[in-house]
């Protein structure tokens, strides 16, 4: 379509409305299939992976699938209080996204942890690993009831948030 006519400005509208109506469907069949995964439905783990793998036949078509399926597993993962990582589907299995930290000046001349990993980087992802339990925390003693217990969890947030800092 590379003629600039009213008629193809129709067609190409009209294609782009049913585009958004299937991403609204997607995202709609997204949220209840790991809602489902998430409360251990075995069929909506299957649907999703079988999904995946159709949609892994086209690498746009994926890249756009693997955006959205993190905003949506990343959203649902807060509000249940399971993580503040999103998923994504690899080697056949729903797992947690790792999230990428940008390390040092690229020249090299950074120190080494044992296992080959940058020192910035295992600091990073600690504490990245230290937010995201704080928030959890911060979470549950919103939601407690026990007196006892939610002082016990505001005595582990104070501990953790100085580590945090």
């Known amino acids: 379509m590379t ?4 008629k ?10 049913n585009a958004q109506s299937t991403r609204d469907s997607v ?3 997204l949220n209840a299939s790991y809602t489902a995964h998430t409360e251990k439905d075995a069929k909506a783990t299957k649907f999703i992976i079988a999904f995946w793998g159709e949609v892994a036949k086209d690498k746009k078509a994926l890249a756009t699938l693997r955006a959205l399926f993190n905003r949506v597993t990343k959203k649902i993962n807060k ?3 399971i993580s503040e990582l ?6 056949g299995k729903i797992q947690e996204v790792a999230p990428r930290v940008k390390t040092g000046n690229g020249g090299g001349d950074g120190e080494t ?3 080959g990993s940058s020192v910035e980087t295992i600091k990073a992802d600690t ?3 230290y937010k995201s339990a704080l928030h959890i925390l911060e979470r549950m003693q919103k939601a407690e009831k026990d007196e006892k217990k939610a002082e016990a969890l505001d005595i582990a947030i104070k501990a ?3 580590r945090v800092a």
């Open 3 to 6: 003629t600039l006519t009213i």
């Open 8 to 17: 193809n400005a129709k067609v190409l509208a009209t294609a782009y409305i």
């Open 27 to 29: 995202t709609s069949v």
């Open 79 to 81: 509000e249940k209080g």
């Open 86 to 91: 999103a998923c994504t589907v690899k080697d």
């Open 113 to 115: 942890a044992e296992n």
């Open 127 to 129: 504490a990245i690993q």
């Open 160 to 162: 953790l948030a100085s």
